[in-house]
């Protein structure tokens, strides 16, 4: 089993900025990428950006140039640095784990961070 474990989220400014972590822990293996999604308020769940096994990344069209993620293997742990918050960035952040197991493949999911941008 793997805990995902997030912390950074907040209530900040428009053109603010935070810091999101996810320390990923228990039986981590072939793990092929880590990521962020979010969910604002009735919309469906979208990539935000991710950062494959080899260390390449991806980030949606609406937050490239101003979010920026990262990870420490040592730690296990994956960042996202959002700079230039805007209102619109207002949502539930979650940390994904993507993992390919004997029985196939496999997400792991945190519990989610609040990220409000107030105008």
């Known amino acids: 089993q793997v805990q995902l474990v997030e912390s950074g989220g907040g209530l900040v400014q428009a053109g603010g900025s935070l810091r999101l972590a996810c320390a990923a822990s228990?039986?981590?293996?072939?793990?092929?990428?880590m990521g962020w999604y979010r969910q604002a308020p009735g919309k469906q769940r979208e990539l935000v950006a991710i950062?494959?096994?080899?260390?390449?990344?991806n980030q949606a069209d609406s937050v490239k140039g101003r979010f920026t993620i990262s990870r420490d293997n040592a730690k296990n742990t994956v960042y996202l640095q959002m700079n230039s918050l805007n209102p619109e960035d207002t949502a539930v952040y979650y940390c994904?784990?993507?993992?390919?197991?004997?029985?196939?493949?496999?997400?792991?999911w945190g519990q989610g961070t609040q990220v409000t941008v107030s105008s």
């Open positions: 228990g039986n981590i293996f072939s793990v092929k990428a």
């Open positions: 994904n784990l993507h993992t390919i197991a004997t029985t196939g493949p496999i997400d792991y």
């Open positions: 950062i494959t096994s080899v260390g390449s990344t």
